[in-house]
Nanobody, 124 residues
Framework: QVQLVESGGGLVQAGGSLILSCAAS????????MGWFRQTPGKEREFVAA????????DYTDSVKGRFTISRDNAKNTMYLQMNSLKPEDTAVYYC?????????????????WGQGTQVTVSS
């Protein structure tokens, strides 16, 4: 089991920045690839970014490339999402997740453990 807790969400004006954190406990954090997803009411949860267990490989959905940066600190059992140049369309509940052995990093079904989510609201 891996327990994940997100923090850092809040209200920010368009063009502003936020840093989300995902603190992990339980089984070895460093053995898991990790991801960030987001969801708005009435829509499917969508992939935002993913990072390999070592941090050496990252993936982003096109809409956040160049604005968001995913990173991790395995010594602190924590993953981060630096969000810059935020837009109103980035408003969502953001979830961190730990990936299982199978499936692709952008696929929701590939992730075995999920946090409870943190709300990000970007005002125009």
């Amino acid at each position: 089991q891996v327990q994940l807790v997100e923090s850092g969400g809040g209200l920010v004006q368009a063009g502003g920045s936020l840093i989300l954190s995902c603190a992990a406990s339980g089984r070895t954090f460093s053995s898991y690839a990790m991801g960030w997803f987001r969801q708005t009411p009435g829509k499917e949860r969508e992939f935002v970014a993913a990072i390999s267990w070592s941090g050496g490989n990252t993936d982003y959905t096109d809409s956040v490339k160049g604005r968001f940066t995913i990173s991790r600190d395995n010594a602190k059992n924590t993953m981060y999402l630096q969000m810059n140049s935020l837009k109103p369309e980035d408003t969502a509940v953001y979830y961190c997740a730990a990936k299982g052995k199978f499936g692709l990093r952008f696929q929701q079904a590939a992730y075995d453990y999920w946090g409870q989510g943190t709300q990000v609201t970007v005002s125009s």
